[in-house]
């Protein structure tokens, strides 16, 4: 991978082509072809035909057609550790001898004395603040090599493939089936926009502006006369839990219409699009499938699914299985005809 | 009006659909009738023709022509003053007998005392801070409808219109333009998100989504057990200035290829947009016209336009010059054949 060290945005392109090679030839009658025939198939197919049909009292003009998708655990895996995390561990180890402070300074300090546990206790805020603080002082631009650069060469370490590989098929699906039918479709997740925008439009085919993230302070600089915006440390908008629906509305301005998610840091993103007048679908991965890939929820670290588990069945929210639900995990799987 | 009052969407919408209605026929040769030939007009069609050239040296992928807009002065009126300002202004008296510690909290007191001078001088920031305070613990969704109500009412005190009436049509046709060539159109305003977002959609083509305004803090509670968002009475992000460049960072994620402004407070924005490598154009609305509307720079409280005029000639700027650019100035006069 050395050797592709300058050109990160090929080595993630290549990637994502694969990813797209592999998909499963679709037949023009099943928008859905990773998805076992079932109760999550049916609810997404029907709600799909109801907003679009301009003859049904459901029908929901294009412009209003947004939907939300959380990133991790909901697009691609989030396990053993977010991905942003091992992000954050590799990059503060690797900037350490230039910050001596930080072997008493929490959280860098927790990741130089190997402390996952007061780590994993830091939460979404925690990974942010991590790398807020890492790349002070960075351009926006330098941190969009970095995050490229660190995705080419980085493979996951059970499945050992490139992170952007192992988004979810069975999503890939409905992200795309849901712009065919008018949908914009918004990333609305934990982990930082500017750690997700690099790849998202490759990996998903959602574009930077339709990236809505946790933030850190920027400033805009002529720095010898070219334009930049500086990272500071410092978070700025923490966009998980409450948090959601804050920066939908801050970023979007209009109420989804369908909300998918899978832990609780969804939570309020799911209440926000689905308890209002007018047709909405809320959504939940449940992660059941240690097997292929991993089952947790009530007691995770990553990806905590409780509070939103229970309130499911009173607000119709549909909880996905992973284990039932979905022919096949990853792309890779889809190429080689499922499992 | 007043048999309006509860369908506030209606009347605004009627008003829209009548510029709509008045706009003059395009000649499928001129997507730009209302301007006048001259270097304006063709550093515009020229810029959009090399990069949408697939075979040009200056091409630019339609997912990187990102525009982005001023509002206030540069897509409509601003003069006597900001339309949110006297928004602003007209809610402080509104509300006033509700607040009467605001007879000596400032900026409510500049409104209650009549104390133009001191009101002008806070700037975009006054403007938001007096309305992020008169509308605190208002959900967004009563903001929306409250800016909606007094839209339909408020009629321009020199041209006896609907603000929204009083859109630039050469600024109209601009957007359109560019949007027929697979650009992303942005509004990137001082004024807030949740001031614009209304109406921008019906009075410009830009839904909610692509508007990037200053924001207030907002909380998410669910009242009743509905979903809301609720305004608190402080400034979260002020889109001016510096703020400008910052706020497409954490919106759009793209630097603009494209930037028109009309202020020192798009100064950034246009620094940020052209002082790079690559095809880029940045343009000043320059209101020279005081016959038609109204003739301000460099010595205005509203709109001041002093440091970006004179980086202008060295930064390849295009001043655009309301009174000989421009045919006609509201979609009024194009209906009527211009002057």
Chains 1, 2 share one sequence.
Request: net charge negative.
């Amino acid at each position: 991978m050395r050797r592709y060290r300058r050109f990160p945005h090929l080595v993630v392109a290549a990637a994502c082509c694969l990813v797209w090679l592999h998909q499963p030839p679709r037949s023009a009658a099943d928008p859905l072809p990773s998805w076992n025939a079932g109760k999550s198939k049916a609810a997404l197919v029907d709600f799909v035909a109801r907003v679009t049909d301009g003859d049904s009292p459901d029908y929901v003009p294009a412009a209003e057609r947004i939907a939300t998708f959380d990133n991790d655990g909901t697009l691609w895996c989030e396990k053993p550790i977010y991905v942003q995390a091992q992000f954050a561990i590799e990059r503060v180890r690797h900037l350490a001898p230039q910050h001596p402070q930080w072997k008493t300074t929490p959280p860098m300090q927790f990741v130089l004395d190997d402390n996952m546990p007061a780590l994993l206790q830091t939460g979404s805020r925690g990974w942010v603040e991590l790398i807020a603080a890492a790349h002070a002082g960075h351009t926006t631009a330098e941190f969009e090599q970095t995050v490229l650069e660190w995705l080419a060469a980085a493979r996951h370490p059970r499945f050992d493939r490139p992170y952007t590989e192992l988004v979810y098929q069975p999503m890939l699906e409905v992200l795309e089936y849901l712009r065919a039918n008018d949908f914009q479709t918004f990333i609305v997740s934990g982990g930082g926009s500017d750690f997700m925008r690099p790849w998202t439009a490759q990996a998903y085919g959602v574009p930077p502006q339709q990236v809505v993230g946790s933030t850190v302070v920027t400033r805009f600089e002529l720095r010898d006369d070219k334009p930049a915006l500086v990272r500071l440390p410092q978070l700025e908008f923490l966009d998980d839990g409450d948090g959601k629906p804050v920066g939908i509305g801050r970023s979007i301005g209009r109420v989804p219409i369908v909300a998918f998610g899978n832990s609780d840091g969804d939570l309020q993103m799911l209440q926000y699009t689905t308890m209002r007048p007018g047709p909405s679908l809320g959504l939940i991965v449940h992660h059941n499938d240690a097997r292929r890939e991993y089952a947790y929820d009530r007691d995770s670290d990553v990806g905590r699914l409780d509070k939103a588990l229970d309130q499911a069945p009173r607000r119709g929210w549909i909880v996905v299985s992973m284990k039932d639900d979905w022919k096949v995990i990853f792309p890779s799987e889809a190429a080689s005809g499922g499992d």
